[in-house]
């Protein structure tokens, strides 16, 4: 039981109230002592929080980064796949045909002819 239910229990009995004894404080009794032995200790502590701090944050960063990287890579790669659908469909022969008939040329009819030069005998 605690120090109040005893109390109350031995003035409801009709005895004589028990002498209370003094309220512990719950303070945190520190003396300087104790601080100066255990300082590198602290010190310990505070570098190893700094640096799980440093490191998660250093870890955010790299998650963002490439999270960023990964879009940018699909993105270029949609846009390759439709520059390169683009691509084939203007080499087409008809598409080709079609782009350079303002310029005055136009499809060949008859097939390419090869021209055959002789090359001069050498004199012995």
């Known amino acids: 039981m605690r120090e109040e239910e005893k109390h109350i229990i031995a003035e409801e009995a009709g005895g004589e109230p028990l002498p209370r004894e003094p309220k512990k404080e719950w303070r945190l009794r520190i003396n300087y002592r104790l601080i100066t032995q255990n300082l590198p200790f602290i010190l310990f502590l505070a570098v190893i ?11 955010e960063k790299k998650v963002r980064r ?54 001069p005998e050498q004199a012995q």
């Not at 949609?78 to 045909?97: A, D, G, H, I, T």
């Open 49 to 59: 929080a700094l640096i799980y701090i440093a490191n998660s944050h250093l870890a």
């Open 66 to 119: 490439i999270n960023k990287l990964s879009r940018e890579i699909k993105e270029l790669k949609w846009e390759y796949l439709s520059v390169k659908s683009e691509l084939m469909f203007r080499s087409k022969l008809s598409e080709v045909s079609k782009a350079v008939e303002p310029l005055g040329l136009k499809e060949l009819s008859t097939p390419p002819q090869r021209i055959e030069v002789k090359a």
